[in-house]
């Protein structure tokens, strides 16, 4: 390695670190999506040895980083196999945050579709149940569950003082649950997804997503259940122009939820009007260049909206199965857009604004990113 080289690859290292440091806020997770590759692993030799599935299948997928978008869907099914277990969904639910946490992601919104499978004796209510399990069960790091001014004991676990950075504190993150209506449900179960919200609104559940294969299903067929939410003021976020569905993208700005994810798909006059309504957009790059959303990280639609000053925050979508992680998505901004360490702080900062939780966590995530600026002095 020459010195010039070795110059660019220390430079590299120095910023991969620095956006692990830097405080994050995470607004677009699917619990499957971002199970761990060892996990994985683990259980899908457990069900290989019940003879559920075949091992050498799998294996190689899951070893893989940088799958394709076949790959992808065949990771799908096995997860679609896994989450049928109550103790599988606590364990993912429990990791989940644990990896989030561990990256410095200060404040976690997770998306999960609850689902009904008579034969494993699950239910909607079980399903969720059994990720609040795995949420309460964290012990790395101090979860803060519930909004400050429903509960009096919302620090759920405690774990002794750890160093970070120099200052004595426990590390603390606020994850919040948005329960997904998957686009292959019926109405009626789109309905039961938004009253099981409700039910679970003091247990950290504070918004509904739509979800699932773009290509699947109508828009009149959720929006019952939608405006439901609506009505409730239940915040809803919706995964918008993943394919260019003109009438859906049309409907769906119309309806103006709270959140917009992907929006890739746009053309000129939906753009406009998208930028008009101000809808703040959960962006995914690595998603959406491999699920062939945007062409290119260079023209991912991102700039566009960046430099028009448009409200949005870097996500995940699915960090396992994209093999990403949201510090590298911060990364990949600077890497490919060129943004500035400062301009990135202010970016993770301002994703505050569009969290579906309370003033008074807005509140304390304001104080974080205070605190970190001292320590982030070269940004200020
Ligand atoms: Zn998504």
New binding site residues.
């Given amino acids: 390695m020459d010195a010039e080289m070795g110059r660019k690859v220390a430079k590299e290292k120095e910023m991969r670190e620095w956006c692990v440091a830097l405080p994050k806020v995470e607004l ?1 997770a ?1 619990l499957n999506g971002s199970v761990r590759n060892s996990t994985l692993l683990e259980l899908a030799k457990q069900l290989a040895d019940k003879g559920i599935i075949v091992f050498e299948d799998v294996k190689d997928v899951i070893m893989k980083n940088g799958r394709s978008l076949p790959e992808c869907f065949k990771l799908f099914d096995l997860f679609h196999i896994l989450t049928t277990e109550h103790d599988t969904v606590t364990r993912i639910a429990k990791e989940v945050v644990e990896d989030f946490a561990a990256e410095n992601v200060v404040y976690l919104e997770i998306r999960t579709t609850p689902k009904n499978n008579e034969a494993k004796g699950m239910t909607k209510r079980s399903y969720m149940d059994a990720v609040i399990k795995g949420l309460k069960a964290v012990e790395a790091v101090d979860v803060v569950l519930f909004d400050s001014n429903s509960r009096t004991n919302d620090t759920l676990a405690c774990t002794p003082t750890i160093e970070f950075d120099g200052d004595t504190m426990k590390k603390r993150i606020y994850v919040r649950l948005l329960l997904s209506i998957d686009r292959r449900e019926t109405t009626s179960a789109a309905l039961d997804t938004v009253n099981l919200a409700l039910e679970l609104k003091d247990q950290g559940v504070i918004g509904i997503d739509l ?1 699932g294969n773009p290509v699947v299903g109508e828009w009149e067929t959720y929006l019952p259940a939608l405006q439901h939410a609506k009505e409730l003021g239940i915040p809803i976020t919706i ?1 918008c122009g993943e394919v260019a569905n003109r009438k859906e993208i049309q409907a769906v700005l119309d309806f103006c939820p709270q959140r917009l ?2 929006v890739c798909c746009l053309n000129d006059a939906e753009w406009k009007k998208l930028k008009s309504l101000m809808i703040p957009v959960e962006i ?1 790059l690595t ?1 959406n260049v491999m699920t062939g959303g945007a062409p290119s990280l260079e023209l991912h639609h991102f700039a566009d909206l960046y430099n028009a000053k448009h409200p949005l925050s870097l996500c995940t ?2 960090c396992g199965l994209f093999s990403t992680s949201l510090s590298n998505e911060y990364y990949l901004v600077a890497a490919t857009f060129g943004l500035t360490k400062p301009e990135l702080f202010h970016l993770a900062q301002e994703a505050v604004h569009f969290i579906f939780a309370d003033e008074n966590v807005k509140k304390s995530l304001k104080e974080v990113f205070k605190h970190a600026e001292k320590r982030f002095d070269d940004v200020v």
């Fill in positions: 677009h699917h979800s995964h994810g992907h995914c998603s979508d699915d």
